[in-house]
């Protein structure tokens, strides 16, 4: 079956550590997304990708990095410089863009220890 | 920037009663489109509506496109326990990139049994 894969579903982090969620998809879907969960706060962007080797920032892009070197997988890293970065985090995909309903993964909830 | 405005935050119902949440934006989209979020879950995609005075079911839920495609409504008939769980809506963002989606914060919906 097609979908998203992320892991891990549960991550803690030490403080200063930096750390890497996995993102990976077999939909054949050109553009992929990353966003962050916040109680109350709904769904943030973090960086987007519309096809390989390319990536844009998205709202709060601050203290996060990514890559896009294959189109199944995008993952993000959590960098020591992202002050408050404990929080749920979703990545999705499209096949084409904003006309096009997103598929989600499950999520990665990470924890600041 | 572009900003989708969700009401109410939250809503508690008894079991059986009817449910609506409003979206409004502050731009005129070219689609909107509806997700759901279980507890402890991941946004699933529901619907878009992309005509102007659109309205399209899926059982017991309508949803409405305005005529001005500058707001919708997800209306949930007879309210039952499986349907508990946060209702976004989401618009295409008018910026530079065009594969965004701007989520709103969400209507969490909560049914007494």
């Known amino acids: 079956d097609g979908g998203i894969t992320q892991s891990p579903k549960y991550l803690f982090r030490k403080e200063g550590q930096n750390v890497t969620l996995s993102c990976e998809q077999n939909l054949n879907h050109d553009a992929m997304y990353w966003y962050r969960q916040d109680p109350g706060q709904g769904l943030r962007l973090i960086y987007y990708s519309q096809i390989v080797n390319d990536f844009q920032k998205g709202d709060i892009a601050e203290g996060y990095s990514v890559s896009r070197e294959k189109k199944e997988s995008f993952p993000l890293t959590v960098t020591s410089a992202q002050k408050n970065p404990t929080a749920f985090y979703l990545c999705a995909s499209s096949i084409g863009g904003r006309d096009y309903g997103y598929t989600f993964g499950s999520g990665t909830r990470l924890t600041v220890v | 920037g572009q900003q989708v405005m969700q009401i109410p935050q939250y809503q508690h119902v008894q079991e059986g009663e009817d449910f609506t949440t409003y979206c409004n934006s502050s731009?005129?989209?070219?689609?909107i489109q509806w997700y759901k979020q279980r507890p402890g879950g991941h946004p699933v995609f529901l619907i878009q509506?992309?005509?102007?005075?659109e309205v399209k079911k899926q059982k017991r839920l309508t949803f409405q496109f305005g005529e001005a495609k500058k707001n919708s409504s997800l209306h949930i008939t007879a309210t039952q326990t499986t349907d508990v769980g946060t209702y976004f809506c989401a618009g295409p963002y008018s910026g530079a990139g065009s594969y965004q989606l701007t989520f709103g914060k969400g209507t969490k919906l909560s049914v007494i049994p």
């Open positions: 509506l992309v005509k102007s005075g």
């Open positions: 731009t005129t989209l070219s689609n």
